[in-house]
T-cell receptor
Framework: EPEVTQTPSHQVTQMGQEVILRCVPI?????FYWYRQILGQKVEFLVS????????KSEIFDDQFSVERPDGSNFTLKIRSTKLEDSAMYFC??????????????FGPGTRLTVT | GNSVTQMEGPVTLSEEAFLTINCTYT??????LFWYVQYPGEGLQLLLK?????DKGSNKGFEATYRKETTSFHLEKGSVQVSDSAVYFC?????????????FGKGTKLSVKP
């Protein structure tokens, strides 16, 4: 069964450093997403990506964040200068085969980011 | 704006007990409703969904009915197993004026003891 994969599973970085979180969505899916979950809090939407551009983003997704689909398979989230409050579990998701339903989003296992 | 509220955990049950995890939502329009499950060390998995009022989603013995009159989507299972131990997330998608993303509740951790 196809699945979304994410690397690394755990990333530790120092405040102010840049990090790139990587995801391989399900092939043939059209929409890609990043969510995050700060420990003990809700899973929050960050950004969605379609047709090689951002389609929606939340207030959390400020200028420190960027997303990219550098090739036909990877989907990355970059945080330019990490802050302590960026420590969270980051989930990648993908959805919608052509003609299918966008609301069924398939999630990866997450990357736990720890900023020290 | 749209939001989801689910019961606080953790919930601890004995095997074969009846499970209810409450979920209520606030939304305008007609959102789709979901339950996701996260087993230890894994990602979020879609457990079940319902797309309109009075629909019942079901999977693996779990059920939830979309109740528009009470804006609820409570998760139930008649007889839980140890393997059901996980975190359960209620979520909504859509509704008038919403972005095309899922809105989640905080999650409820379920522990089932043998």
């Amino acid at each position: 069964e196809p699945e979304v994969t994410q690397t690394p599973s755990h990333q530790v970085t120092q405040m102010g450093q840049e990090v790139i979180l990587r995801c391989v969505p399900i092939s043939n899916h059209l929409y890609f997403y990043w969510y995050r979950q700060i420990l003990g809090q809700k899973v929050e939407f960050l950004v969605s990506f379609y047709n090689n551009e951002i389609s929606e983003k939340s207030e959390i997704f400020d200028d420190q964040f960027s997303v990219e689909r550098p090739d036909g398979s990877n989907f990355t989230l970059k945080i330019r200068s990490t802050k302590l409050e960026d420590s969270a579990m980051y989930f990648c998701a993908s959805s919608q085969l052509a003609g299918g339903s966008r609301d069924e989003q398939y999630f990866g296992p997450g990357t736990r980011l720890t900023v020290t | 704006g749209n939001s989801v509220t689910q019961m606080e955990g953790p919930v601890t049950l004995s095997e074969e007990a009846f499970l209810t995890i409450n979920c209520t939502y606030t939304a305008t329009g007609y959102p789709s409703l979901f339950w996701y499950v996260q087993y230890p060390g894994e990602g979020l998995q879609l457990l079940l969904k319902a797309t309109k009022a009075d629909d019942k989603g079901s999977n693996k013995g779990f059920e939830a009915t979309y109740r528009k009159e009470t804006t609820s989507f409570h998760l139930e299972k008649g007889s839980v197993q140890v393997s059901d131990s996980a975190v359960y997330f209620c979520a909504l998608y859509g509704g008038r004026g919403s972005q095309g993303n899922l809105i989640f509740g905080k999650g409820t951790k379920l522990s089932v003891k043998p």
